[in-house]
């Protein structure tokens, strides 16, 4: 293949299609990615170092026994790469021979500076080499990644971006939905990063700004490269350091490896588990942006959590959500993570990706966290996204936009966006995504949060914390009762073993008397014929006898508290930004005037409703249209019954 420039799409074709046709039969085609990701990252990397390698290989030479450490300083000092390679060997010259394949390509990887090495450790090289040569694969694959065309002249920086996602996919693909919650689509990251950098348009000019930018879920660190591209766009001369971690090895190694070839540090992304351990504890950062995966058990982080989580003012102490579903942990973690407002008003600001569950999940855990988030102003908007976005579910999805200093106009407020409608539809589905967001569509978005209390309603609501946050009061109805002495009633009475046909007689004369006295006369008479009433029988005979009657006076218990009627408690929500008594008057008592509420026994909690706050009925259609489609449809019936009984 000779060295001209072709699309990213090309390309990706090419590395996927071509070398599926050498690991056919070899390994499973669900791991053909775990080969494909490693051969393609090791021949953009030789790429770009081949115009310096030869100087490189002598330089370093000539520095004798450096530590590492120093080499890569001195490397980094005199040809500005923050990797390189010493090794004699490339992937050309190891397959133009077929001997000693295996040991050629070893020796080659090893070849690369140290601060790259565990991006091989990741990948699982040496046990994918191995397996390649056991099959006598290994030589064809090495001969046909040498002749790819990967460097910088040939694919840019973002189109080798688009090929690791092509490729990337279409490895999470062969190995299910699960996977591809490690990568988030491009167009999502778009739109999250101008929302987020659109409050800060006017802090990001000048030559000296310095931005950090960080994503605790960083995967192939698409998010971070994606977001460093659009501050370099609003400010060429803009200072941007990136930050990441990643559980998943391959995705950890796939990012490092981008990070690096876009000119980052060998070290802003790290490996670990989030939840265990924050790699990057006790700093905050400018922007933070993760797609965390949707509904993870924590049972495994478990123990180190809850250990956290006892500690006051911590990223988990605020609460704590089913272990079940771990989204709202991250959401809490990256909130921790912003910069403090600072004296000259700058701030940090997230961009965070859920399910609709931590929108308003009502355990204790969740509706803790979603208070502190309320009353620290943390939250500035909310965004959903539309259905089948992304390649691993077609769930809706939506964007929390935190702000630790929000623009004055938007302090107190939360902004909610109903980006549902905004999409295009893709010309070839990529497992659950169907649908993209294109630039007009993302510019509509991003129209309403700058508009935000002036944008069309229909896709926009500006609310305050007080909207989302309630009061679960109830609400009863006070029975009336009047006194209905019954056989049947006597008879369930008689089951008693403290209540005889004495009693019965006793309480015969009290059939027709007002109820409410009942339970203080009962007793008194049936203690004057030598009987005795305990209080469970006491309790057991006025209820046996009550029977419901609007003309009687609302009825009390022995204690005095009002008796609700039977299977009319409710609770009614009132949202703290109303007035119980008012909303009361209009919600309730116009159906039922008798209504009561015991505001004592209300609960109070929160949640974000965005489907009911943006949902708009459709109007039933008109009984004369609907009669004329029913006689239309029966004349049919008729001349068809017509043409039947005519044959």
Same mark, same amino acid.
């Given at each position: 293949?000779?060295?001209?420039?072709?699309?990213?799409?090309?390309?990706?074709?090419?590395?996927?299609?071509?070398?599926?046709?050498?690991?056919?039969?070899?390994?499973?085609?669900?791991?053909?990615?775990?080969?494909?990701?490693?051969?393609?990252?090791?021949?953009?990397?030789?790429?770009?170092?081949?115009?310096?390698?030869?100087?490189?290989?002598?330089?370093?030479?000539?520095?004798?026994?450096?530590?590492?450490?120093?080499?890569?300083?001195?490397?980094?000092?005199?040809?500005?790469?923050?990797?390189?390679?010493?090794?004699?060997?490339?992937?050309?010259?190891?397959?133009?021979?077929?001997?000693?394949?295996?040991?050629?390509?070893?020796?080659?990887?090893?070849?690369?500076?140290?601060?790259?090495?565990?991006?091989?450790?990741?990948?699982?090289?040496?046990?994918?080499?191995?397996?390649?040569?056991?099959?006598?694969?290994?030589?064809?694959?090495?001969?046909?990644?040498?002749?790819?065309?990967?460097?910088?002249?040939?694919?840019?920086?973002?189109?080798?971006?688009?090929?690791?996602?092509?490729?990337?996919?279409?490895?999470?693909?062969?190995?299910?939905?699960?996977?591809?919650?490690?990568?988030?689509?491009?167009?999502?990251?778009?739109?999250?990063?101008?929302?987020?950098?659109?409050?800060?348009?006017?802090?990001?000019?000048?030559?000296?700004?310095?931005?950090?930018?960080?994503?605790?879920?960083?995967?192939?660190?698409?998010?971070?490269?994606?977001?460093?591209?659009?501050?370099?766009?609003?400010?060429?001369?803009?200072?941007?350091?990136?930050?990441?971690?990643?559980?998943?090895?391959?995705?950890?190694?796939?990012?490092?490896?981008?990070?690096?070839?876009?000119?980052?540090?060998?070290?802003?992304?790290?490996?670990?588990?989030?939840?265990?351990?924050?790699?990057?504890?006790?700093?905050?950062?400018?922007?933070?942006?993760?797609?965390?995966?949707?509904?993870?058990?924590?049972?495994?982080?478990?123990?180190?959590?809850?250990?956290?989580?006892?500690?006051?003012?911590?990223?988990?102490?605020?609460?704590?959500?089913?272990?079940?579903?771990?989204?709202?942990?991250?959401?809490?973690?990256?909130?921790?993570?912003?910069?403090?407002?600072?004296?000259?008003?700058?701030?940090?600001?997230?961009?965070?990706?859920?399910?609709?569950?931590?929108?308003?999940?009502?355990?204790?855990?969740?509706?803790?966290?979603?208070?502190?988030?309320?009353?620290?102003?943390?939250?500035?908007?909310?965004?959903?996204?539309?259905?089948?976005?992304?390649?691993?579910?077609?769930?809706?999805?939506?964007?929390?936009?935190?702000?630790?200093?929000?623009?004055?106009?938007?302090?107190?407020?939360?902004?909610?966006?109903?980006?549902?409608?905004?999409?295009?539809?893709?010309?070839?589905?990529?497992?659950?995504?169907?649908?993209?967001?294109?630039?007009?569509?993302?510019?509509?978005?991003?129209?309403?949060?700058?508009?935000?209390?002036?944008?069309?309603?229909?896709?926009?609501?500006?609310?305050?914390?007080?909207?989302?946050?309630?009061?679960?009061?109830?609400?009863?109805?006070?029975?009336?009762?009047?006194?209905?002495?019954?056989?049947?009633?006597?008879?369930?009475?008689?089951?008693?073993?403290?209540?005889?046909?004495?009693?019965?007689?006793?309480?015969?004369?009290?059939?027709?008397?007002?109820?409410?006295?009942?339970?203080?006369?009962?007793?008194?008479?049936?203690?004057?014929?030598?009987?005795?009433?305990? +209080? !469970?029988? $006491? %309790? *057991?005979? /006025? &209820?046996? =006898?009550?029977?419901?009657?609007?003309?009687?006076?609302? #009825? @009390?218990?022995?204690?005095?508290?009002?008796?609700?009627?039977?299977?009319?408690?409710?609770?009614?929500?009132?949202?703290?930004?109303?007035?119980?008594?008012?909303?009361?008057?209009?919600?309730?008592?116009?159906?039922?005037?008798?209504?009561?509420?015991?505001?004592?026994?209300?609960?109070?909690?929160?949640?974000?409703?965005?489907?009911?706050?943006?949902?708009?009925?459709?109007?039933?259609?008109? +009984? !004369?249209? $609907? %009669? *004329?489609? /029913? &006689?239309? =449809?029966?004349?049919?019936?008729?001349?068809?019954?017509? #043409? @039947?009984?005519?044959?």
């Amino acid at each position: 293949m000779t060295q001209t420039t072709v699309s990213a799409g090309t390309t990706a074709r090419i590395v996927w299609d071509t070398a599926d046709k050498f690991l056919r039969n070899v390994v499973e085609p669900q791991e053909y990615g775990d080969y494909i990701l490693p051969f393609t990252v090791l021949r953009r990397l030789e790429c770009l170092l081949a115009d310096t390698k030869p100087e490189v290989i002598e330089f370093v030479r000539d520095l004798g026994e450096l530590p590492p450490h120093l080499i890569d300083v001195a490397v980094k000092d005199r040809f500005k790469l923050s990797f390189y390679n010493v090794s004699d060997l490339d992937l050309a010259t190891i397959a133009s021979v077929d001997d000693n394949v295996e040991k050629s390509l070893m020796s080659y990887i090893a070849g690369f500076s140290n601060n790259i090495a565990d991006i091989w450790t990741a990948f699982e090289i040496p046990k994918l080499v191995a397996k390649l040569a056991s099959a006598n694969r290994l030589h064809a694959v090495v001969k046909h990644f040498s002749t790819l065309p990967l460097g910088a002249k040939q694919v840019s920086d973002t189109a080798m971006g688009d090929i690791f996602e092509d490729v990337m996919y279409r490895a999470f693909d062969k190995k299910g939905k699960g996977a591809g919650a490690f990568y988030t689509p491009r167009d999502a990251i778009k739109l999250m990063v101008d929302v987020l950098f659109a409050a800060d348009e006017d802090s990001l000019v000048g030559e000296s700004t310095l931005r950090s930018i960080y994503d605790p879920t960083a995967g192939s660190a698409g998010m971070l490269l994606v977001a460093q591209a659009a501050l370099r766009d609003l400010n060429p001369d803009i200072k941007v350091t990136l930050f990441g971690q990643e559980l998943m090895p391959s995705a950890y190694a796939l990012g490092k490896a981008d990070l690096l070839i876009q000119g980052g540090r060998p070290d802003a992304i790290r490996m670990g588990d989030t939840l265990i351990k924050d790699e990057y504890e006790g700093q905050t950062f400018d922007y933070v942006l993760s797609n965390p995966p949707f509904g993870g058990d924590w049972g495994v982080q478990e123990a180190e959590v809850r250990k956290q989580a006892k500690v006051d003012g911590s990223r988990f102490s605020h609460g704590l959500p089913s272990k079940s579903d771990g989204q709202m942990l991250f959401l809490a973690h990256c909130a921790s993570k912003l910069t403090p407002a600072g004296k000259q008003g700058h701030g940090g600001r997230a961009a965070v990706v859920s399910n609709a569950s931590p929108l308003f999940t009502s355990d204790k855990g969740p509706n803790a966290i979603r208070q502190w988030l309320f009353d620290e102003d943390l939250i500035d908007a909310v965004i959903a996204l539309p259905t089948q976005m992304f390649y691993g579910t077609g769930i809706a999805t939506y964007v929390w936009i935190l702000d630790t200093n929000k623009d004055a106009e938007r302090k107190g407020k939360i902004q909610l966006i109903d980006g549902s409608g905004q999409w295009e539809p893709m010309r070839k589905a990529m497992g659950d995504k169907r649908r993209y967001i294109s630039e007009t569509k993302r510019e509509t978005i991003l129209r309403a949060y700058q508009a935000f209390d002036h944008a069309d309603p229909a896709i926009s609501r500006v609310m305050t914390p007080e909207d989302f946050q309630f009061l679960d009061v109830p609400v009863y109805k006070q029975a009336r009762l009047a006194t209905a002495v019954t056989d049947e009633a006597i008879d369930e009475l008689l089951q008693r073993r403290d209540f005889t046909d004495a009693h019965a007689e006793v309480l015969r004369s009290f059939d027709g008397l007002p109820w409410n006295s009942l339970a203080s006369h009962y007793p008194q008479v049936a203690k004057e014929a030598g009987l005795k009433t305990p +209080l !469970a029988q $006491i %309790d *057991a005979v /006025v &209820k046996a =006898v009550g029977l419901p009657d609007e003309s009687a006076p609302p #009825a @009390v218990d022995r204690k005095g508290a009002a008796v609700i009627a039977e299977g009319w408690k409710i609770t009614e929500r009132v949202a703290l930004s109303e007035d119980l008594d008012e909303h009361m008057q209009h919600e309730v008592l116009p159906f039922a005037p008798d209504a009561q509420w015991d505001e004592r026994g209300a609960k109070a909690g929160n949640e974000i409703p965005f489907t009911r706050l943006f949902y708009v009925p459709e109007e039933p259609r008109d +009984l !004369a249209e $609907i %009669d *004329a489609d /029913v &006689k239309r =449809v029966m004349g049919e019936l008729a001349v068809m019954f017509e #043409a @039947v009984s005519g044959e």
